[in-house]
C-alpha cells in the first residue's frame, strides 16, 4: 500500500526528497522517490496507491512517497516549491499548469526519453500535440496520462420517440433540438450554458460549425472572431428562449446538469466526466454521448483541445531516471488502462484502446474513436497565456450573458475575445522570443 501523505498548498515538505530508511530484504536500502498527486482525494488517491504498489512490486528496490494535493490547492503548492525550494522528483500536472512551470525552469523535457523507452510511439499524437503547444519550445515537459473531449449528451429514449437518428452533422443537431423542442410539455430541445463556464463550450460550437482548425492565424491574430465564427455563433444564439429554457442565461454546470437529468432537456453540451451524474438519474439506457457534429457530410470534426494530465519529471529532483522510470510506467498500456478506466477519461497510450471496457462504455468508445481519427482537427486552446482565464471567463461570460438577451450581437462578443488574445499571444511571444 503506498504511503499516504495529504498536505496544504502553504506547506512545503522539503524532507520527502530524502532517502534512506526502509531496506529491501537483502538489507540494501531503498532508494527513496517522491511523487505529488495534483488531485489527491477519495477519487484519485486510491487509484494511484494501486500504480505506485504495482510499480513497488515490479521494483522492489524503490519506495515511492506519495503526496497527495488537493486540486484547489496544487498550483500554489507547485508555486511555492518552486520558489522556496522542495519539489518532488515526481508528480503530476496538466498542461493548464505547464507553461508556468516550464518557464521557471521546475521540468525537464522527456522527448529523447520517450523516444528510446517503451513508449515510443504509443502515445496518441493529437495528445503529444496539445503538450508540445502549451510551451514555447515545443518539447514535451511531461509525459500525457489522459485527456477529455467535450460531447453532447442525448436522451435516447426521446429520439427513439421522435424517430429520429443521432446527428452527425450541424445542419442535423440543429434539425434534431427543434424537433425535440415541445415546449407545451415542458420539453426544450437543448440547453445553453450561459454562466459559469460558458465560453468553452460557446467556442466548441463556433469551431465546430466552421471548421476553423487554428485558434491564430500565421500573423498571430486570433482567428475568434472570423466570419464563420461569427455566423455560427448567431445560430447558437437563436435556439435561446425558442428550444431552451429561459433561465439558460444565468444557468452553470449544476443548474444545467439538473434540468437535463431532471428530464426536461433533449441534449446537453459538457464532457465526458458527467456521464456518472446522468446514469444516476436518467440511467444508462435513457443517456448517450454524442461527439462534436461534423461541419459537413464526411467532413472531419473540429474539437477544442482539452486540458492533459500526465507526470512531469522536476529538474531538480535526484533520481531523474528512477523519476522517469514511474512516469513511464504509469502511462504503460496495464496502468494507463487502469488509470483511465478508474477516472473515466481517454487514455494517451494507444495500446489502450482495444481493451474490453473501452467497448463497454459508449461514451468513452466514442471519444477514442474521434481522438483516434486521422481526419479530426483539433483546436489547440493557448492555455499556456496567463491572461486566458480573465480573458475567457471573468471578461467574456458577462457579454455573452448580453449576446444571448439580444442587448449586443454576437460579433462584439467575439471582437472582444479575439482582440485580447491576440494582444496577450504577442506579449507572450515577446517574452519568449518567438
Known sequence: MAKRLFISAIVVMTALSGCGGETTPSGDAKTKITFWDDNGGPARTPVWEHIIA?????????????????????????????????????????????????????????????????????????????????????KTYMVPLSTNMGVFWYRTDWLKEAGLEPPQTWDAFFTTVEKLTDKDNNRNGFTIRGAAGSIAQMLEVVYGQSGITEIFDATGKSTVNDPKNVAALERLVKLYKAHTPTADVTNDYPKMVAQFDGGSIGIMQHNLGSYNDHVKTLGADKVAALPVPRPAEGAGRVVLSNPVAGIGVFSSGKNKDLAFKFAEFAASKEMDSYWADKTGVLPANTDVNGEAWIGERQHIAAAVEVLNDPATKIVQMPYYLPEFNAITKTDAEPVFQKVLLGEAPASQLLDQIANALTEAQAGWKQRNGG
Open 54 to 138: 504495482e510499480f513497488e512490486k515490479a521494483n522492489p528496490t524503490v519506495d515511492v512517497q506519495y503526496v497527495g494535493i488537493p486540486i484547489a490547492q496544487a498550483q500554489q503548492k507547485y508555486d511555492t516549491a518552486i520558489a522556496g525550494g522542495g519539489l518532488p522528483d515526481v508528480g503530476g500536472v496538466s498542461t493548464a499548469m505547464l507553461g508556468n512551470m516550464v518557464a521557471r525552469k521546475a521540468l525537464d523535457p522527456v522527448d529523447d526519453k520517450i523516444a528510446a523507452g517503451a513508449l515510443n510511439g504509443k502515445l496518441n499524437e493529437q495528445v503529444v500535440t496539445t503538450v508540445k503547444a502549451t510551451v514555447p519550445d515545443g
